[in-house]
């Protein structure tokens, strides 16, 4: 069992930087692929980027490459995400999650999810 836990977000102006954090406790996480995914109200949930918490090799959607950064920090069994130059756009519930395998892209590969926290971004 993994659990994931979530931090940061909330309101924001367009042009702002923000970073979204998840925390990561149970058994044997470091085996899995971290992604981040985001929902926008009537659309459906969109994978972001992942990291590989063993090796930290990372995987981003060709959509956000450039202006999202995901990292980990091993001491602190957190998974984080970096998101630069937001735009309304971007507004979304944003949520983190676990899968086995790396490059996992789909949600339905993701078998522990975060509580997901709400960015909103102003114009």
């Known amino acids: 069992q993994v659990q994931l836990v979530q931090s940061g977000g909330g309101l924001v102006q367009a042009g702002d930087s923000l970073r979204l954090s998840c925390a990561a406790s149970?058994?044997?996480?470091?085996?899995?692929?971290m992604g981040w995914f985001r929902q926008a109200p009537g659309k459906e949930r969109e994978f972001l980027t992942g990291?590989?918490?063993?090796?930290?090799?990372?995987h981003y959607a060709s959509s956000v490459r450039g202006r999202f950064t995901i990292s980990r920090d091993n001491a602190k069994n957190t998974v984080y995400l970096q998101v630069n130059s937001l735009k309304p756009e971007d507004t979304a519930v944003y949520y983190c999650?676990?899968?086995?395998?790396?490059?996992?892209?789909?949600?339905?590969?993701?078998?522990?999810w975060g509580q997901g926290t709400q960015v909103t971004v102003s114009s």
């Open positions: 999650a676990a899968a086995f395998t790396f490059g996992a892209t789909r949600a339905t590969d993701y078998s522990y």
């Open positions: 149970g058994r044997t996480f470091s085996s899995y692929f």
């Open positions: 990291i590989s918490w063993s090796t930290g090799s990372t």
